[in-house]
């Protein structure tokens, strides 16, 4: 089965720092997502992108963070300033149509500190 | 009312048994119905996707029923494997994000 890859496996930072989380997608799969899951929690969307654009976000996903695709390949989540309520596991996630059958990377749990 | 609500369990069965697992949503026009299954501290993955007519994959049968909002994910013959966090997941319409449940969890064991 084809994978994402994400990097790193863990990440653990002082609150107020920033953090960029990444993403290597499917080849050509070329709608990407970031979802997270704090402990004990539901998965929650927090952003779909696609063609170098953001096409949706949740109440979760405010100024604090931002997507990109740096080089045209790796898909990253930033989070500038980061809260302890960040920490959740953060799970990237690609496919080759809108909406269409999830792959999701392994993740990467984050911890504020 | 939460979006997908589920039973969080454990359910604790023994191998061989059979199991059954349930699921409501709130949003009547939800159009798209799966069940992942999430091993512990990793990623969900896609186990099936949940039809009005039902289906059957192996050991595992899912059903949905529109009128009441229910999905429901059938495992007969339970393997030590099994054992994991099924998440009922929901697309409200063809172009939105997938709504997740908490998950139910199960410890299948010897």
């Known amino acids: 089965e084809p994978e994402v890859t994400q990097t790193p496996s863990h990440q653990v930072t002082q609150m107020g720092q920033e953090v960029i989380l990444r993403c290597v997608p499917i080849?050509?799969?070329?709608?990407f997502y970031w979802y997270r899951q704090i402990l004990g929690q539901k998965v929650e969307f927090l952003v779909s992108?696609?063609?170098?654009?953001?096409?949706?976000k949740s109440e979760i996903f405010d100024d604090q963070f931002s997507v990109e695709r740096p080089d045209g390949s790796n898909f990253t989540l930033k989070i500038r300033s980061t809260k302890l309520e960040d920490s959740a596991m953060y799970f990237c996630?690609?496919?080759?149509?809108?909406?269409?059958?999830?792959?999701f990377g392994s993740g990467t749990q984050l911890s504020v500190l | 009312r939460k979006e997908v609500e589920q039973d969080p369990g454990p359910f604790n069965v023994p191998e061989g048994a059979t199991v059954a697992f349930n699921c409501t949503y709130s949003n009547s026009a939800s159009q798209s119905f799966f069940w992942y299954r999430q091993d512990c501290r990793k990623e969900p993955k896609l186990l099936m996707s949940v039809y009005s007519s039902g289906n059957e994959d192996g050991r595992f049968t899912a059903q949905l029923n529109r009128a009441s909002q229910y999905i429901s994910l059938l495992i007969r013959d339970s393997k030590l494997s099994d054992s994991a966090t099924y998440l009922c997941?929901?697309?409200?319409?063809?172009?939105?994000?997938?709504?997740f449940g908490k998950g139910t969890r199960l410890s299948v064991i010897a």
């Open positions: 996630a690609n496919t080759d149509r809108p909406f269409g059958k999830l792959f």
């Open positions: 080849s050509n799969h070329l709608y």
């Open positions: 997941v929901v697309q409200p319409s063809g172009n939105t994000p997938l709504v």
């Open positions: 992108f696609y063609n170098n654009e953001i096409s949706e």
